[in-house]
């Protein structure tokens, strides 16, 4: 099997491996820098069936009359010999209601080759790209953040995972497919909304407060913008939202989050920038797994009136946008306990991480 994957890593685009690289540095973040426990075990039986229809995202689709295979596990093996092409998932689970505010990650292991994946109908994350344009990922871990308008708490949830092989085995076939949360979570004091403006382009004029951004569409944050209509979309977009500041943290000296942004950002609060990660709007940037976190000088935030804050971000390859949570605005003390907890957490070697990879 490692030879095998040796010989598949030709596929795999040099995005997909830089995650991996940073580790022989010792510089890889993300899922690799936190620490995460198992909620709930999703290992066991999911309907399944072959063919495509968009349909089947749909929470409300009856999949009873679909076969039942065990995941992780290679379809071929499961009574579908030699079969190359489009396949779904689906898994109808109940969120407990005392989940409601968790941080919450859906791990899906590796899937072979391409998957988009959905949770109650909406489009959660993807790895790789389908026909005509095909990439593999097929060793790319799915560890996809679940925002809190995506779930029901107290009801059924239902996923549903996209799923395209090429050659060889294919499926959901590895790893512990499971419902996440952080061992030790941030969590924001002033939470933003989840419903901001976006527009696909540039301009200097986006950052300023009186800007008139009322014909920008929606957009979900956060999500990856390719899952909300701008997939294949390389390039500069700008998010815009407006808040004002609870009264009990009028007083505080407060940190801005948010969250995860892929690839490269610039943030501006009232029209002035105050922060921004990556060195340039080039497609030569490996940003996408760094936490956002910026000081908020107290002049720049209106303490009894509206704030509009807008983010500039440029995305060279494959997924774009402000993709994982939480976002807003966090207490110093709280975030310097996160930051530190996450600094002297014992973590592996690279070379050790990278063994493992590769021998797994």
């Known amino acids: 099997m490692a030879m095998l994957k040796f010989r598949r890593l030709v596929h795999i685009p040099l ?51 679909w076969v039942k295979i065990k995941t992780p596990g290679q379809w ?88 395209y092989d090429s050659e060889l085995g294919g499926g959901i076939y590895r790893g512990n497919i499971s419902i996440k949360e952080p061992v030790h979570p941030l969590h924001v004091d002033q939470e933003f909304p989840s419903s901001w403006k976006f527009h696909a382009g540039d301009s200097g004029a986006w950052k300023s407060p009186q800007f008139d951004d009322d014909e920008w569409e929606d957009i979900r944050v956060p999500a990856f913008w390719e899952t909300q209509g701008h997939k294949g ?16 943290l009028k007083g505080e000296r407060l940190i801005l989050f948010l969250g995860k942004i892929d690839d490269v950002d610039e943030t501006y609060l009232n029209g002035e920038r105050i922060g921004k990660t990556g060195q340039k709007f080039t497609v030569n940037n490996v940003d996408f797994d760094v936490w956002r976190a910026y000081t908020i000088p107290g002049e720049r935030l209106q303490k009894d009136g509206e704030n509009t804050l807008a983010v500039r971000v440029y995305d060279g390859f494959m997924h774009g946008g402000i993709y994982r949570g939480p976002l807003g605005l966090v ?19 690279g070379w050790e991480k990278l063994i493992e990879w590769m021998f797994e």
Request: glycine share 12%; aromatic share 18%; proline share 6%.
């Open 233 to 248: 979309y390389n390039g500069v977009g700008w998010y815009r939202v407006k808040f004002r500041v609870k009264p009990e």
């Open 76 to 163: 071929e093996g499961q009574g579908f010999p030699g079969y190359d092409g489009y396949a779904w998932y689906r898994k109808t689970i109940t969120i407990p209601q005392d989940w409601a505010g968790k941080q919450l990650y859906l791990d899906l292991g590796n899937v072979d080759d391409v998957d988009e994946t959905y949770v109650n109908g909406y489009f959660i994350g993807f790895r790789g790209q389908f026909p005509p344009d095909y990439v593999s990922a097929y060793n790319n871990d799915r560890f996809y953040y679940l925002p809190a308008y995506c779930l029901r708490p107290g009801e059924e949830n239902v996923i549903a995972v996209r799923v």
């Open 331 to 349: 207490k110093r003390e709280a975030y310097l306990d996160w930051e530190q907890y996450k600094e002297n957490k014992p973590k592996k070697k």
């Open 15 to 65: 995005r997909a491996v830089l995650p991996v690289l940073g580790l022989i540095a010792g510089t890889g973040t993300g899922v690799l820098g936190q620490e995460y426990r198992i909620l709930m075990d999703l290992r066991g039986p999911w309907r399944f069936e072959i063919g495509d229809d968009k349909r089947w995202a749909n929470p409300s689709f009856d999949d009873g009359a």
